[in-house]
Nanobody
Framework: QLVESGGGLVQAGGSLRLSCAAS????????LGWFRQIPGKEREFVAAITGAGGRTYYGDSVKGRFTISRDNAKNTVFLQMNSLKPEDTAVYYC?????????????????WGQGTQVTVSS
C-alpha cells in the first residue's frame, strides 16, 4: 500500500513537499514515479526515479522546479515542488513498479497511492 501526504493549498511561487510511504512491501528495488491528474484529463507524468536511485526523470513542465528523491531506509519517496504555478494544481499520485526502472507510462506501474490534492492559487 502506498500513502501520499503533504498536499494542500499554496500560493503561486511557493513550495510543497509530497511524501509517499509504503507499507506491506519494501520499495528498495522498485522504480518509483509521481503522476498528476486533473478531472477530464489523462494522468500526466511528473517524475520518476530508478530502483537504485541513481537516475531521475522529469516531465517537461516541471523540469528545474521539482525534485524526486527516495529514502529506502524509510521506505518513502518524496517530491519537492518549488516555484509552484496555478497549472500545477492537480491530484498527485505516487506509483511503484517492481522492475526497478523509471518510466513515464502509467501502465508500467503496478501499485498506486490514493492521491493527494495540490492546489496553487494565483
Amino acid at each position: 500500500q502506498l500513502v501520499e501526504s503533504g498536499g494542500g493549498l499554496v500560493q503561486a511561487g511557493g513550495s510543497l513537499r509530497l511524501s509517499c510511504a509504503a507499507s506491506g512491501r519494501t520499495l528498495g528495488n522498485y522504480g518509483l514515479g509521481w503522476f498528476r491528474q486533473i478531472p477530464g484529463k489523462e494522468r500526466e507524468f511528473v517524475a520518476a526515479i530508478t530502483g537504485a536511485g541513481g537516475r531521475t526523470y522529469y516531465g517537461d513542465s516541471v523540469k528545474g522546479r521539482f525534485t524526486i528523491s527516495r529514502d529506502n531506509a524509510k521506505n518513502t519517496v518524496f517530491l519537492q515542488m518549488n516555484s509552484l504555478k496555478p497549472e500545477d494544481t492537480a491530484v498527485y499520485y505516487c506509483a511503484a513498479q517492481r522492475f526497478g526502472i523509471a518510466t513515464m507510462r502509467p501502465g508500467d506501474y503496478s501499485y498506486w497511492g490514493q492521491g493527494t490534492q495540490v492546489t496553487v492559487s494565483s
